[in-house]
Nanobody
Framework: VQLVESGGGLVQAGGSLRLSCAAS????????MGWYRQAPGKQRELVAG????????NYADSVKGRFTASRDNAKNTINLQMNSLKPEDTAVYYC??????????WGQGTQVTVSS
């Protein structure tokens, strides 16, 4: 499975960005996809997850009500709509996929910078 993110950038606080992640390869094996982020000096953390089967989602408390994850199974993509961005959302955002047998894959990451 290969994952390629796009859509990061620089935005002012209160603004919006939309991230996309395109999966290729053995996409039939993916059971869950999600977005993680890692800020400088901090551990990588889950931002949002979405089930490939049910479309069910879960979010970190810090982004609930502001971020929305969605999927397009036909295009093997997931998206992350980020609204009301805050400086503390600044991080490298990584797309993640987990297969039915537990293999985990990562994208290369995309930088999101929110200025105050």
């Amino acid at each position: 499975v290969q994952l390629v993110e796009s859509g990061g950038g620089l935005v002012q606080a209160g603004g919006s960005l939309r991230l996309s992640c395109a999966a290729s390869g053995s996409t039939f094996s993916i059971s869950v996809m999600g977005w993680y982020r890692q800020a400088p000096g901090k551990q990588r953390e889950l931002v949002a997850g979405i089930s490939s089967d049910t479309g069910g989602t879960n979010y970190a408390d810090s982004v609930k009500g502001r971020f929305t994850a969605s999927r397009d199974n036909a295009k093997n993509t997931i998206n992350l709509q980020m609204n009301s961005l805050k400086p503390e959302d600044t991080a490298v955002y990584y797309c993640n996929a987990v297969t039915a047998w537990g293999a985990r894959y990562w994208g290369q990451g995309t930088q999101v910078t929110v200025s105050s």
